[in-house]
């Protein structure tokens, strides 16, 4: 049998970027072939499919993401990343073991199921984009299309707990790098030039009322503005600044909405600094909203309860942040089921310490029982729908 802990603690000391996750592609690979599954890799960049045939029956499609993040690790963990600057700080690792737990468990119970099981080990979740490099390089015609799509997420509750939600749960994404043009110089003339510094600086404030005047309070709608890029000296006045710039949404007439205010607001502010050409906007990395089927989910969580009973699920999980798992569901037009389990024990942290969000420096779930219950709601969830 695999050691899971020891799988888990290897992803997480060697973390790869995405669309780079070359070792953890094989590692993982590795541990789904002697459990025999038909094993692909490559698949849409660094992708690992692993197909278990089982007689007639229904294809289950069970997924993990497997990359990292630009972050330094400071959990001073034992097994913290050897890699500078780069981090598991999503949970991606623990999605990655809890799969192959399951797949295991799942290929030594075949005589309990039929049908096939196709266990997606997917890249590039953080740039919103392995999930559709996967579908265009042919995931669907090479290995079966799948009847459900599963998927779990680990995050900052308690560790044994499952949360769910129904409709909608998380946030589409959008982004947006936009290139503002001025006219440079000297920084003691700036009266012989058009600042783009000072456009893109009127043009962040004002973005930030767009969901405060534009959208209506009972929607969930975010524009961020992550990035802003301008200028190589402080008494030089650049020729351009750049932002970068993200949207959330869970509807497409807001996502709509957004996309043409954040346009709109950013052309006005350059015409009203007199700039001499027209911003430009490069849209990129878009998901779409992350909808857990509302009779799939029912059915699922229904097993969960069985499994797991009622005081271990926390029901209305809804995120603004975003996933893209939803991409082979809407691909392959068969219901998406997706959930979160907790990673934290907090009878063993500090009282009144909250406990780290994913993406921060410091977020990595206590081993157990985190794993234990990711590899068991994944195999509940299969189960449930294989024959």
């Known amino acids: 049998m695999t050691d899971l802990h020891e799988l888990y603690r290897d992803l997480h000391q060697h973390p790869e970027l995405s669309l780079q996750e070359f070792r953890t592609a094989e590692v993982l690979a590795d541990a789904l072939r002697p459990l025999g599954f038909d094993v692909t890799t490559n698949v849409g960049g660094t992708g690992v499919v692993g197909v278990l045939r089982n007689g007639d029956g229904p294809v289950v499609l069970l997924r993990a993401d497997i990359d990292a993040l630009p972050v330094e690790e400071?959990?001073?963990?034992?097994?913290?990343?050897?890699?500078?600057?780069?981090?598991?700080a999503c949970g991606h690792d623990m999605h990655a073991t809890c799969l192959v737990g399951a797949a295991e468990r799942l290929a030594q119970t075949r005589a309990e199921w039929s049908g096939t099981l196709l266990v997606v080990f997917q890249p590039a979740e953080e740039l919103v984009c392995g999930a559709r490099n996967m579908v265009e390089d042919g995931l669907f015609e090479r290995f079966g299309r799948p009847d459900i799509v599963l998927a779990q997420h680990v995050g900052p509750l308690p560790a044994g707990m499952i949360a769910y939600g129904s409709g909608p749960l998380m946030a589409a994404s959008d982004s947006v790098t936009v290139t503002l043009f001025g006219r440079g110089g000297h920084g003691s003339a700036p009266e012989t030039t058009v600042d783009p510094v000072l456009m893109a600086a009127h043009a962040v404030v004002r973005l930030q009322g767009i969901v405060a005047r534009e959208i209506s309070p009972s929607e969930r709608a975010v524009v961020t503005v992550g990035r802003i890029q301008a200028g190589t000296q402080e008494n030089v006045i650049p020729e351009t600044a750049e932002l970068g710039i993200n949207i959330r949404s869970f509807n497409e007439h807001v996502r709509g909405l957004l996309r043409a205010a954040v346009e709109r607001i950013v052309r006005a502010e350059a015409a009203a600094s007199g700039a001499p050409r027209e911003p430009e906007f490069d849209w990129h990395g878009g998901t779409p909203v992350l909808v857990s089927d509302p009779d799939a989910t029912s059915r699922t969580v229904e097993a969960f309860t069985a499994q797991f009973g009622q005081e271990r699920l926390i029901p209305g999980a809804v995120v603004n942040a975003s996933e893209d798992v939803g991409v082979f569901g809407m691909a392959a037009e068969v219901p998406t089921v997706f959930w979160f389990f907790g990673g934290i024990d907090f009878s063993a942290r500090e009282p009144g310490r909250a406990a780290p969000m994913n993406h921060s420096p410091e977020f990595?779930?206590?081993?157990?029982?985190t794993l234990s219950t990711g590899v068991d709601a994944l195999v509940v969830a299969a189960r449930t729908w294989l024959s």
């Open 364 to 369: 990595a779930p206590d081993i157990e029982p």
């Open 74 to 88: 400071a959990t001073g963990l034992p097994y913290s990343s050897t890699r500078p600057g780069v981090a598991h």
